[in-house]
């Protein structure tokens, strides 16, 4: 496929150039990562030939320039034992009335979205698609010098990414996507699906919080973020109403929107534990999403939460079908994509994971709704991603799951000749293995803290009728 030209202002008069550029080939996925030609201007009603899936002037142009740039600097920085990072290329989806641009620190312990709304744009159109691009040098640059009245034009496509103001214009090819990314954007999803809003900030104390935050090079901070009559301080003790932030250092790529900011929200378990946090931040016409794992030191791509869903039974059935149900919508309704499938919605969540599993489904915690990304698919990707999904299998073909004598809700499993003990709590809602114990060394060390066993998921698979 050729690109056809693109309009956009480039010199001083309003002159307009046209800037032709053509992409060809398909959409891989390779040992190294995810290769994109577009995803490929899919939408809805079928495959659109049509370049570009998201063009428009910004009405804001600040703030669509600096959350950009503050996506390029959360991916270029390792905040765990920090060091910089050429990592610079955000995940652009347009879902018809927005356009989402995610990416990961380069640590992976930091996941950062920025939700451009359909009121922030004036003269285009925001199609369906998904592409990869690196913010390079030159359209850092020209983001970076945009000011407050100028004229800031997007275009998103088969070709990449374009900018355009009055003074330069940029083009950033697609780019390969980190595999490290592709298994990130799953648990990530999975994470934040159970996090619920339990700090709110006005104006003026987000502006206050995010001004006090320590430079990306401090030493790490954590406590318990809790509400005083100023605002909000970190405390070494819960308190109702609280939420733990684990390095409040990895929170500084929000300062340089900090002059938009008109309120935030955190986001946390909801039994008021220590885990995953995320913060969202309102901005004009725009949101900034901001998720971090339960320690500095761990990645999104090693929290395994996504393996009690993934053994669900009949799971990757369910997923082919849900994924031929889902066109681009920016709010997945659970309810009635069951309705379409004629599944129920405890199957149609589980599907939602497998997908998420290949980073096509993500969660929006301020709509506390599924978005559709479109990526290619790749039927092996949740044996790869999951080797205790893989060895739990194993354990299954070789017959090693029996129940324990005498013990209501126990197992026994043989694994590396010793059997380990796996008890079910049976008056808990939700997966078997979210509900699980092992006495296994991995359970001892993380607690069910980076998702199930190997022994645990053994038992689901083996079992699929005993549900908590």
């Known amino acids: 496929m050729t690109a056809r030209p693109t309009v956009y202002p480039s010199d001083r008069g309003c002159q307009n150039r046209r800037v032709s550029r053509s992409y060809a080939g398909e959409s891989l996925v390779g040992q190294d990562g995810m290769a994109f030609a577009l995803a490929p201007a899919l939408t809805p009603t079928g495959v659109d030939a049509a370049p570009s899936f998201f063009h428009g002037f910004a009405t804001n142009p600040l703030v669509l320039a600096r959350g950009l740039v503050t996506l390029a600097d959360i991916t270029a920085t390792r905040y765990f034992q920090f060091a910089p990072s050429s990592l610079r290329d955000p995940i652009l989806t347009a879902s018809g009335d927005r356009l989402r641009a995610e990416c990961f620190s380069a640590c992976n312990g930091v996941y950062a979205r920025l939700d451009l709304l359909s009121e922030g744009f004036d003269g285009g159109d925001i199609g369906h698609g998904t592409t990869n691009v690196d913010l390079g040098t030159d359209t850092r640059a020209a983001l970076s010098a945009v000011q407050r009245n100028e004229l800031l034009h997007l275009d998103v496509g088969m070709d990449g990414l374009a900018v355009a103001t009055l003074e330069a214009t ?201 978005f559709h990304r479109e990526l290619p698919d790749d039927p092996d990707r949740v044996s790869k991603d999951n080797p205790r999904l893989v060895a739990a299998r194993a354990l299954v073909a070789e017959g090693a799951v029996r129940p324990e004598p005498g013990r209501e809700g126990g197992w026994r499993v043989a694994s590396g000749g010793v059997d380990y003990l796996v008890r079910v709590d049976g008056r808990a809602p939700g997966p078997l293995a979210d509900h699980a114990t092992c006495s296994c060394a991995w359970y001892l060390r993380h607690t069910g803290g980076r998702g199930a066993c190997k022994h645990v998921l053994a038992v689901q698979l083996s079992h699929p009728g005993v549900r908590p």
Request: net charge neutral.
């Open 170 to 370: 940029t083009v950033e090819r697609p780019v390969q996507m980190p595999d490290r990314w592709v298994r990130a954007l799953g648990n990530a999803a999975e994470l934040h699906h159970g996090l619920v809003p339990v700090l709110t900030l006005n104006a003026v104390e987000a502006r206050s919080f995010i001004a006090a935050l320590p430079p990306a090079t401090g030493a790490t901070r954590s406590g318990w973020l809790t509400r005083t009559r100023s605002g909000v301080k970190l405390a070494a003790l819960h308190t109702a109403g609280s939420v733990f932030l684990a390095g409040a250092h990895r929170l500084s790529g929000i300062k340089r929107v900090l002059v938009h900011v008109t309120g935030m929200t955190f986001y946390a378990p909801a039994d008021g534990a220590a885990g995953a946090l995320l913060a969202v931040v309102a901005l004009p016409q725009a949101r900034l999403t901001v998720g971090l794992t339960a320690e500095a030191s761990r990645g999104y791509s090693g929290e395994g939460s996504l393996l009690a869903s993934l053994a669900a039974d009949s799971v990757r059935e369910d997923a082919d079908l849900v994924a031929v149900l889902l066109a681009f919508e920016p709010v997945i309704e659970v309810d009635a994509l069951a309705r379409d499938a004629a599944l129920s919605a405890e199957r149609v969540r589980a599907a939602l994971a497998v997908l998420a599993a290949s980073g096509r489904v993500g969660w929006d915690a301020h709509d506390q709704a599924y």
